[in-house]
């Protein structure tokens, strides 16, 4: 079960994760919209982390590296597909969001999936999407007290929406048995070492 070579069932997972994610990030984005009429720009900062809730499923159900990063990339690629307005733009904001979060995962060497780290892969996620909105939009030239609230919202957004959410959604899925026989469930009835 340690095998980092992925089977048929995991790569479909992955295109289906990739999928229903880029709909609901489509989605997501009227929210953003609507949001940001009635709150200002920050706005975004708040609700960011829901786009990176694919990252964090993915890992955790199929517990291999690259999961997070592939299903991040493959979210926003389908995105463009279906006609987003942010062009193939999005697709590298996929492969950034995707690898801040895939690196907390590598951090644990892939395996550890426990809330924890599944909140702090979405914080990893904010703080790469942080930097190259940062370069790609100018923060520099922001007043600091908003940056860092801008910062912290976005970590925490992360944090909530990426990690917690991603959580209750992989365990609401985990309980219905859909999961059988994938490395979630083998990790989950090993004995404890």
Known sequence: MTSHSWTLREILILAVIG?????????????????????????????????????????AIIRKPGAAFLAEVLAAAIEVLLGSPAGLLLVVSGAIQGAGAEAVFAATRWRNYSLPVLMFSGVGAAIASFIYTWVRFDYGALEPGLLVAMFALRCLSGALLGGLLGHYVVEALYRTGV????????????PAA
């Open 19 to 59: 999928a229903v994610f880029a709909v609901l990030y489509l989605g997501w984005v009227q929210v953003w919209l609507v949001a940001q009429a009635i709150f200002g720009a920050v706005t975004m900062d708040v609700v960011m982390g829901f786009w990176f809730i694919a990252s964090i499923i993915a890992a």
């Open 179 to 190: 999961l059988a026989g994938l490395r979630i469930e083998h990790d989950r009835r090993a």
